[in-house]
């Protein structure tokens, strides 16, 4: 009976041994994967993009040329760059953009010939602010405006023609949407006061001329 007490006490000895060795073996498990999380989506950064859309607006004449020029109207596109600063769910930023104008008017005049008037380019340098909804950036702008108008008036056989740049203001407000963290896609509406200047004063006239205009575009950024 003795024997057989001191061979089980040696061969739990010897298990317990055994087992101590295993423990200080390397692992065979392979390294803890960190978890990957899903960068949040901000709107702050630079961003350049183009758009286009449809500009409709009105010549406002007084003078003695004629009675009037018409109501401007046509196809505008242009390229934009701005810089956007995200601070909680609000966002604020600062845009300037350029743009070609074909918006262009014409009507009879009193003297048996034509007036036209073409505004050939304008450009906005403006605010924004707005509130993000995650992707969504609903937003209201406003700020600067220039633009060059071209007016041709014709009849009695001659035709003259005078430019001149005009300067005024812009307001507006639109939609953004970020498609990926970055490109985003817009829709806006501004309207644009370029105020009056007189034209063709050197013919001893002297009309002046306003312009307003509407403009409605979608815009696609790339965001930095």
């Known amino acids: 009976m003795k024997k057989y007490l001191l061979s089980s006490v040696a061969a739990l000895g010897l298990v317990a041994a055994g087992a101590a060795s295993a423990a200080d073996l390397p692992s065979r498990k392979g390294?803890?994967?960190a978890p990957v999380y899903a960068p949040i989506f901000t709107w702050t950064g630079f961003y350049v993009g183009v758009n286009a859309g449809y500009g409709f607006g009105n010549y406002d004449v007084k003078g003695a040329v004629t009675n009037t020029?018409?109501?401007?109207?046509?196809?505008?596109?242009?390229?934009?760059?701005?810089y956007n600063y995200q601070f909680g769910q609000f966002v604020a930023g600062l845009e300037t953009d350029l743009q070609y104008s074909d918006m262009k008017s014409s009507r009879a005049n009193l003297i048996g010939g034509t007036n036209k008037g073409e505004l050939e380019y304008f450009g906005t340098v403006r605010a924004r602010f707005g509130v993000a909804y995650d992707r969504f950036l609903p937003y209201i702008t406003g700020g600067f405006a220039y633009g060059q108008n071209k007016v041709t008036v014709s009849g009695l056989g001659i035709s003259t023609s005078d430019d001149n740049t005009h300067f005024g203001y812009t307001v507006g407000a639109g939609l953004e949407y970020a498609f990926t963290n970055n490109l985003t896609a817009k829709l806006e509406y501004l309207y644009t006061d370029l105020g009056e200047k007189r034209y063709f004063s050197a013919a001893g006239v002297g009309t002046k001329i306003g312009n307003d205009f509407s403009v409605v575009r979608a815009?696609?950024?790339?965001?930095f």
């Open 31 to 33: 390294p803890v994967v």
């Open 69 to 82: 020029i018409g109501d401007p109207d046509g196809f505008i596109g242009g390229a934009q760059v701005g």
């Open 219 to 223: 815009g696609l950024n790339y965001k």
